[in-house]
Every structure is written in structure tokens, then in C-alpha cells.
């Protein structure tokens, strides 16, 4: 298997003694703990070590204020991404790539220039270090980025490569507009000690139209060399280069571009720059002369400018295959064996190289956090350039990477919420990583629980939903918030649990005589079936509010039958009929002969269930109770017989 | 790039033996040989001690969270042979339950996934395993398993909850027929797996490959796939990983993860199981992951004096 031979990376943790202790540690979600301990773990005499957890995380740059804005940010452009039509074919689709590419970089971009602002604005110097490397940082992945968007989004074809590249270098490599502008507002310009350092920089970008402008100042302000200027300025207008939307094809390019070299040429070995070392350096530049090109190292500060310098002038029409060689070759001449290669140069080689599995496992192992890596190889991916067989981690290359990210993002309070939708993107194991990933969400309030359930719930993740419903329902049955629970558990569709609240409410009705939370009650609905006793609350309440409106014989008809249907617990039997009490003892007949009976009987089943023991045991108020039940149901039966007999006979 | 980003100062007297964050990382538990349990609120970079608990009389070997749908429960485990069940009412941490079943030190303590109720099983030095499930009104009751392993028993470890057969439309209330399992190790140098059957508890298998004690086993969480994995870790220097790829759960297989030079005391896996996490006699804490079906170190954690330096993450080829 290809791999690269990095030792694992090593990280010390301070404080512990690594002689005579060992080290223990646990999972937490999003972190690890770490602490000292001893093994095998034994009753020895005291021997107290460092009483410290350690909390170490490895991505830590989630929580980087200046970073978030990154995160957002790219979040927008993924999911635009994923949704982005498919159908488009050929031009359209790259074109709409090259696009997605050119978002992501300005997002880097200007996550780089809020960072330089902080760097510059505090006074603390490890803050303003901190800030200055990560710029460091920015810049170096929208440079390797932009690099990769040349080559494999905008997959540029010769001619058109090579101004894609001078662009590149342009950008990013090497600031030379500060030079310019302090050479340009000297009195002397061509007397400025950088005058020519500036013209060189101007030809080495192939900026000609700026070179030539400078080269003017010189030619004004000195007669004797003006000669000379003209002819080089002339030899720079003439320079052929391809531009975008010029027709002309590579071959016609190639053969003007000849010419013209064959010019610069004869006036090299004329000798008509000889008086002069910085024109003559200049045109043995035009002419593609290495070695002159070398010397001015310092004003190109990096391989890669070099490379592109050298295409310029010795292979403007080279194709993409080509670059290898050139990328190699440039980075051994520039460093000159005095230096050796950084990471960053790996991974810019490795795409010249067009090894773009290279690139990303380089940037993965150079880079502190996923983001990066995630997001470009999404891209690459959604390009068609990722190949599907089985990489590193089992999963593809492109899930693998994702997934890191995501579950990265899940360790912050706020930004798990863009994880979710990087693993609704992830086919294979982004279901099952957000089932547990989502879980750990800690459910503070109220409405940081409705927010994740309510991603479950447009998920179908039943299980989470359930889980997420009965911990809430717990939690406010223990802060006492029946309602709440209540609601809680009916969402769970927890039948158990619907049951437990109910019977507190019923417990509290008893006890305060009134009931709590009467506006979920009321309006519970078909809901009311998901347990019985919640059914019998739900009927309860309904008697209640009928006597309250009292509309007597319907509240008769439903408190009877809770009892006869058994919807009431035996248990609240007795609460019933007393609440029936009322009911007898109206000076309208309400309860019919037949419902008295029916009642008799329920009172009689009651006191007959009872055991001989539980029957010496029950206190007075409770023998009173019944009596006075008997009474009131004798008396009203003697009532309803009188009514209904005079009824029927007239 | 791993770095610090905490220091908790726990103030415990004496070796600290257990520490384990909660369900939300919100709270960290802490266990010592100077007989107490220290719970602290660690929200957002702080330290607040909310709770010191003393009742054990002996060192306190482990500490496990119960899943929050059930409370703020923690169970503790010691070498005064004791279990204790603490629980939060009404914002003070209580004793609610101590289980004084075992023999000698109980090792290990382990709460059952959600699903299965309110249930943990401990691992004593006796040989048996206890399960103690808690079935409403302060009462619980005690499945013994008795001599779980000569010797004795250092840790035990839950299955994730696997309904067989559809796990789509289960009609509201009635609870799914769970196959709960869980694995326990030994001083018989042994892995068993337990099945419940018919309330009772059986030896399902015996995993052999260890020459020495277990020291630890953790059952991975389940992705999805229909594989089971486990890993051990062993007095003998070797940690395996079992895997068993049918539902029947007959034949498990393992692979060395590595042999290291001294003991290996602890193995944890991830939320998302993909790292494996060792603790061992060679004072460090490695972090392994799999690739292509190798075990590839990817991080090393180790302690020593000076300043934090992390280099960044890479992966290495298993020799």
C-alpha cells in the first residue's frame, strides 16, 4: 500500500511523570481526557500523583472565531454544489465548477484579510503570531487551491495554461507593487537603487507593458542609453502571447514566437546590450537563458515563479503533460541543494505532477484540520477526477474526508448544525454517523431540543427522535413541568411514559383538587389514545368541563361510563363517584334508574374487592364516604323510578 | 493537531483511577484511591466541582455514566467490594443504590445501552458478574453470574442494541425483542460473551488468544454494518480486535492490532468507532485506525515535562 513513511506525531502532555506513572485516558465527545495513573491498579501505600484531567482536542481550529466565517461560508458553497444540476453537460458544467472553485477562494480570501486585520490591530504579541501564521496559512491553501483549480477544474490546454499560471504568480507570489510605487514617486525613477529590480520583476511576470513604461523613464532620463531602450522596448511590444479569445492556433503562435526569439537573438550576440549589463540581462531573460533567470532569485523568491518564468520564455505553448518535467527540474535548480523541500512545495509539485491523490494526502497530513482537504476533494470528486476504488480508509476518499470534517464541526455548540447537512451528502456512513453524532448534542433548552428533532424528524431517525423525547420528558417531570413532559412523551409516542404523567396529574388533581396545564388536556385529541390512562385524563377533564357548563346529563352519561368502560382505573373509583355526588344531589333528576343502578353496582364492586383486612383497616372518612354514597344513590333511584314512571303513563 | 485545551485540577489526594466525561461533555467524573467520586461541570473551558461523593472505603476503580433519558446517574465501583448508584435530585447528588453482592473488588462497572432500560453490569474479582437492573420505585434487582472466570473478572463491556429482523415501524409501546449481549474479561486469560435467554444469562463464546490476563474489552459502537467487532488488551503486551460478521454471532476471528512491549491496561472506542484509543505499560496513549484491514497508528500521546508540541497528524504503515 502506498504510504508515507511519517511517524505518527507525538504530543506531550505536560505535568505527568512519565518515570513512575502511567498514563490513562477516555473519550469524550469531541475531546479526549488524559490523566496519570498507575497500573496495575493496587491499594499501595499513598502516592499521590498529578491530580490533573487534561482535555485535549485535535481539532481545535473549530473553535477559531476568524475561521467560522470560513466554515459558514463553505457550507453555502457545498450544499450549492451537491444540488448544482448534474444535467448540464461538457462547457456549461466546467464552467459552473471553475465558478463553485473561484467562491471557495474568495472565501478563503477574505477569511485572510479579516485575520491580517486582527494581526495588525491587537498589541498582545502571541495573539498578533497566532493571527500572522494562520494568514500564512490562508494563503498558502488558496495558493495551492488556485493551483489546483488551473490545472484540474479549468483543465486549461496549452497556450492558455501558461496565462492561467503567469496569473497564478501574479497573485500570489512575491509583492511588487510596493517596489513600483516607491521607484514611480522617487524624483529620479531610473536612479532608484531598485529601479531595475523592478523593470526585472516586470519581465520575469511577463508584464511587458509595465516593463516598458519604466524603460522609459530610463530612456527620458538617460540620452545615451536610449538606443538601447528603443530596441528592447521594441522586442518587448513584439513579444507574441497568446490571449484568451485570440483565435490565432498554437501552431501559428509558435512559429510568430520563433521569430521573434531568433531576433532577441542576433541583437544578443550583436552586442548591441553590452554596454549595458541590466539590458543585456534582460534580453538573455527574453531569450529564456536560464542562468539569467536564476540570478535573479531573490526578486522571484520561489521555484514555482520560476518555473513559470522559464515557461514563458523558453515554452509558451506547453501542455499540461509537459509541466512535469519543467516543475521538477526548476525546483532542483531554484534550491540549488542548499535548502531542502517544505510541505508546501510537495504539494504543489505533486499537481504539477497531475498526482492529484498526492495533493490531497500531502495537504492532509501538512494541513491542522479537514476543512481544506474536505472541501477540494468534494470539488475534484463532483469534476469526475477521483477514482472509486477503496482508498485509505475503507470508505471512499471523498467520504472519508467529509466525514472527519463534519464530525469535527459536531464538537461546537452551534456549528454541528452545518455538520448536518455534510452528512446528508455522505452516502455510505453519513446516516449512521449523524444518528450518533446527533445524540450528543447537549439539549439546554427548550428550543435547542425542537431544533434537533426537528432534523431527526425530516430525517425519519425514529430512534433519535424517541431518545431526544424522553430525555426532555425526564427532565421536566424532574423540574416538576408536568405539561411539558407530558407533550414530551406524547411526541416520543411513549406509551409508558404518557402513562407515568398521567397518573402524577391525576395524583395532583386529588391532592390540589384542581388540574395543572388545562390547555394541553383539553386539546389533546386523537393523541388521548396513546395510553389509557391518558385517555381516562383526557375523558376526565372533559367531565369536568361539562359540569362547569353544566351541561348535567352529558357529564352524567361520561362519568358513568369511565367506569363501566374501565377506562378509569379502579384506583380512582371512588374519586369518581364522590365526584358523582354533586350529580345525585341536584334538585333536577339527572342520573336515569338504569344509570343508578349501574352506579350502585360500581360502588358495591368497589367495597366488595376490598379484602377482609383492607375492610378494618379503612378509616372512618372513607366508611362515612360510602354510606353517604348509598344514601345519595338510594335517594336519587327513588327520584328517577317516581320520574320515569310518571313520564311513561302520561 | 492535538493540543490541551483543558486542565482540570481535580484535588484528589490520591492516584486518580477513572475519569469519564458524560453523554454531552458537559460533565467530567473522577474516581481516586483517596476513596471519593468528584463530579465538575466543565462547560465551556471551566472547572466547577459540583459534587464530591464519599461512601466507598476503599480506592474507587471506575466510574460510568447512565444515559441522560434517565436522570444524572453515575455508578462507581471500588475495592471495598462494594457498586454504589448515585443519582441528582433536585440539584444535589444522592446515594440512590449500593449493591454489596461481590466477594471481593469489583473492577468493573457498565450501564446497558438505553434501549434495554436502566441495567449495569459489574465485573468483580470474585469471578461473577453482577446485573443489576432497576425496575421503578428505588427497587432493583440482581442477576448473578457466578464464576464468569476463574480468578477473576477485570471488565466487562455492552453490545450495541441490535433489534433483529425490521427495525422500521415497531407499534408504539411495545417494546422490541433486544438479543442483549455483552462481553466480559478475565484473569483466565479469557473474552466470554454473554446472551440473555429466557431472563437467564449464558456463556455464548469463548474467545481464546490472550496468554496472559485481560486486562480490558470494548465492544465497538455499531455503523451500521452488520459486522461486530471487539477489541482486548492483555497482560501478555497484545491487543486483538475480534470481528464476527454473521447476525448469529458464531464465529469471531481476530486480528493483532500490535504487540507492545509491556502490559496493555485500557482499549476505548470512539463515538463513531473509527479510532481505537490504548493505554498502556509503555506510557503512552496510541490512537489507531483502520485502513484497507491494517491497524495503522495515528497518534501518539504521551506525557513527559516541557512544553506541548504536536506535530501534525500522519499515518504510518503497520510493520
Redesign the interface.
Known amino acids: 500500500m502506498e504510504e508515507l513513511d511519517v511517524e505518527p506525531p507525538l504530543t506531550l502532555i505536560p505535568g505527568v511523570d512519565s518515570k513512575s506513572k502511567q498514563m490513562c485516558f477516555a473519550w469524550a465527545p469531541g475531546e479526549m481526557l488524559v490523566y496519570e495513573t498507575l497500573f496495575p491498579k493496587e491499594c499501595a501505600e499513598k502516592r499521590p500523583g498529578c491530580p490533573n484531567i487534561f482535555i485535549v482536542r485535535k481539532d481545535k481550529d473549530v473553535y477559531s472565531q476568524t475561521l467560522r466565517k470560513l466554515f459558514s461560508e463553505s457550507h453555502g458553497i457545498f450544499v450549492g454544489l451537491q444540488r448544482s444540476e448534474e444535467e448540464l453537460g461538457g462547457k456549461s458544467r466546467k464552467a459552473q465548477l471553475v465558478r463553485v472553485s473561484k467562491n471557495y477562494r474568495s472565501v478563503i480570501r477574505a477569511c485572510m484579510e479579516e485575520m491580517h486585520q486582527l494581526a495588525i490591530s491587537t498589541r498582545d504579541p502571541e495573539l498578533q503570531c497566532q493571527h500572522s501564521t494562520q494568514v500564512c496559512i490562508l494563503s498558502a491553501m488558496e495558493l495551492i487551491w488556485n493551483l489546483c483549480e488551473i490545472l484540474f477544474v479549468e483543465v486549461a490546454p496549452a497556450g492558455h495554461l501558461l496565462l492561467h499560471l503567469l496569473d497564478w504568480v501574479r497573485l500570489h507570489v512575491c509583492d511588487v507593487d510596493s517596489m513600483v510605487c516607491e521607484v514611480l514617486s522617487s524624483e529620479n525613477p531610473s536612479k532608484h537603487k531598485d529601479f531595475w529590480n523592478a523593470v526585472d520583476i516586470f519581465v520575469l511576470q511577463g508584464r511587458m507593458d509595465d516593463a516598458r513604461h519604466l524603460l522609459s523613464k530610463e530612456a527620458s532620463a538617460n540620452p545615451t542609453s536610449m538606443g538601447m531602450c528603443k530596441i528592447l522596448d521594441d522586442l518587448m511590444k513584439k513579444m507574441p502571447i497568446l490571449s484568451i479569445g485570440n483565435t490565432q492556433t498554437l501552431t501559428e503562435m509558435e512559429l510568430k514566437w520563433q521569430h521573434w526569439h531568433e531576433e532577441c537573438q542576433r541583437y544578443l550576440q550583436d552586442g548591441t546590450f553590452s554596454s549595458n549589463l541590466h539590458m543585456e540581462s534582460i534580453c538573455k531573460i527574453l531569450l529564456g537563458d536560464e542562468n539569467a533567470i536564476l540570478e535573479k532569485k531573490e526578486l522571484m523568491t520561489t521555484w514555482y515563479h520560476f518555473l513559470v518564468t522559464r515557461l514563458v520564455y523558453s515554452h509558451p505553448t506547453v501542455k499540461p503533460v509537459e509541466l512535469r518535467f519543467y516543475a521538477q527540474s526548476s525546483l532542483d535548480l531554484f534550491l540549488g541543494g542548499e535548502s531542502s523541500s517544505e510541505p508546501l512545495d510537495s504539494i504543489l509539485m505533486a499537481a504539477f505532477e497531475f498526482e492529484i491523490h498526492q495533493v490531497i494526502k500531502e495537504c492532509s497530513i501538512a494541513l491542522s484540520n479537514w476543512w481544506f482537504v474536505a472541501h477540494l476533494t468534494d470539488l475534484l470528486d463532483h469534476c469526475k477526477l477521483l477514482q472509486s476504488h477503496n482508498l485509505y480508509f475503507g470508505s471512499n476518499m471523498r467520504e472519508f474526508l467529509l466525514l472527519e470534517y463534519a464530525s469535527g464541526l459536531f464538537s461546537h455548540h452551534s456549528l454541528w448544525q452545518l455538520g448536518v447537512d455534510y452528512f446528508d451528502h455522505c452516502p455510505e456512513y453519513g446516516k449512521v454517523y449523524l444518528e450518533l453524532h446527533i445524540e450528543r448534542i447537549p439539549l439546554n433548552t427548550e428550543q435547542k431540543a425542537l431544533k434537533v428533532l426537528r432534523i431527526c424528524e425530516q430525517r425519519q431517525m425514529h430512534e433519535q427522535v424517541r431518545s431526544i423525547c424522553k430525555i426532555m420528558a425526564m427532565k421536566a417531570v424532574r423540574n416538576n413541568r408536568l405539561g411539558s413532559a407530558l407533550s414530551w412523551s406524547i411526541r416520543a409516542k411513549d406509551a409508558a411514559f404518557a402513562t407515568l404523567i398521567s397518573d402524577r396529574f391525576l395524583k395532583d388533581y386529588c391532592e390540589r383538587g384542581s388540574f395543572s396545564d388545562l390547555d394541553l388536556i383539553d386539546n389533546l385529541g386523537p393523541s388521548m389514545l396513546l395510553s389509557d390512562r391518558l385517555t381516562f385524563l383526557g375523558k376526565y377533564r372533559e367531565f369536568h368541563r361539562l359540569y362547569g357548563e353544566k351541561r348535567f346529563s352529558e357529564a352524567a352519561k361520561l362519568l358513568l361510563m369511565l367506569m363501566t368502560a374501565h377506562i378509569a382505573p379502579c384506583s380512582f373509583w371512588m374519586t369518581l363517584l364522590t365526584d358523582a355526588l354533586p350529580l345525585l344531589e341536584q334538585k333536577e333528576v339527572i342520573f336515569s334508574a338504569e344509570q343508578t343502578y349501574e352506579l350502585m353496582r360500581c360502588l358495591e364492586d368497589l367495597t366488595a374487592g376490598k379484602t377482609d383486612n383492607q375492610k378494618l383497616q379503612v378509616d372512618d372518612v372513607e366508611t362515612t364516604k360510602v354510606e353517604i354514597l348509598r344514601l345519595a344513590l338510594a335517594r336519587n333511584l327513588a327520584r328517577a323510578i317516581v320520574k320515569e314512571g310518571t313520564l311513561e303513563g302520561s | 493537531?492535538?493540543?490541551?485545551?483543558?486542565?482540570?485540577?481535580?484535588?484528589?489526594?490520591?492516584?486518580?483511577?477513572?475519569?469519564?466525561?458524560d453523554?454531552?461533555?458537559?460533565r467530567?467524573a473522577?474516581c481516586s484511591?483517596d476513596r471519593s467520586v468528584k463530579i465538575f461541570d466543565?462547560r465551556n473551558g471551566g472547572q466547577i466541582l459540583i459534587a464530591d461523593l464519599r461512601g466507598h472505603e476503599?480506592?474507587v476503580?471506575q466510574v460510568a455514566w447512565a444515559h441522560?433519558?434517565?436522570?444524572n446517574i453515575l455508578a462507581s465501583c471500588s475495592?471495598d467490594r462494594k457498586v454504589i448508584v448515585w443519582k441528582e435530585e433536585?440539584g444535589t447528588w444522592e446515594k440512590t443504590y449500593e449493591y454489596t453482592g461481590h466477594d471481593s473488588s469489583v473492577?468493573s462497572v457498565c450501564w446497558a445501552p438505553?434501549d434495554y432500560g436502566l441495567i449495569l453490569a459489574c465485573g468483580s474479582s470474585d469471578g461473577a458478574i453482577s446485573l443489576l437492573s432497576y425496575t421503578g420505585d428505588g427497587q432493583w434487582e440482581i442477576k448473578k453470574i457466578s464464576n464468569a472466570h476463574t480468578i477473576g473478572c477485570n471488565a466487562v463491556s455492552w453490545a450495541p442494541a441490535v433489534v433483529p429482523g425490521s427495525?422500521i415501524d415497531q407499534p408504539?409501546?411495545q417494546k422490541p425483542n433486544y438479543i442483549k449481549r455483552f462481553a466480559s474479561g478475565g484473569c483466565d486469560n479469557l473474552i466470554k460473551i454473554w446472551k440473555e435467554e429466557d431472563a437467564q444469562w449464558k456463556e455464548e463464546q469463548k474467545l481464546e488468544a490472550h496468554s496472559d490476563w485481560v486486562r480490558d474489552v470494548a465492544w465497538a459502537?455499531?455503523?451500521?454494518l452488520p459486522t461486530s467487532t471487539i477489541a482486548s488488551c492483555s497482560q501478555d503486551g497484545r491487543v486483538f480486535i475480534w470481528t464476527c460478521d454473521d447476525a448469529s454471532g458464531n464465529s469471531w476471528s481476530p486480528k493483532l492490532l500490535h504487540k507492545f512491549i509491556d502490559?496493555v491496561?485500557?482499549v476505548?472506542?470512539?463515538?463513531?468507532a473509527?479510532i481505537l484509543?490504548v493505554?498502556?505499560?509503555d506510557?503512552?496513549?496510541?490512537?489507531w485506525?483502520?485502513?484497507?484491514g491494517?491497524w495503522v497508528?495515528?497518534?501518539?500521546?504521551?506525557?513527559?515535562?516541557?512544553?506541548?508540541?504536536?506535530?501534525?497528524?500522519?499515518?504510518?504503515?503497520e510493520q
Do not use: F, R
Open positions: 493537531m492535538v493540543s490541551v485545551i483543558n486542565t482540570v485540577d481535580t484535588s484528589h489526594e490520591d492516584m486518580i483511577h477513572d475519569a469519564q466525561m453523554y454531552y461533555g458537559t467530567l473522577t484511591s466543565v476503599g480506592p476503580w441522560p433519558m434517565y436522570g475495592y433536585n473492577n438505553h427495525l408504539s409501546g459502537p455499531s455503523i451500521g502490559v491496561w485500557h476505548s472506542w470512539s463515538i463513531t473509527n484509543a493505554s498502556g505499560g506510557n503512552k496513549v496510541t490512537l485506525k483502520e485502513s484497507d491494517l497508528c495515528i497518534s501518539d500521546v504521551n506525557k513527559g515535562q516541557g512544553a506541548v508540541s504536536a506535530i501534525t497528524e500522519g499515518q504510518q504503515n
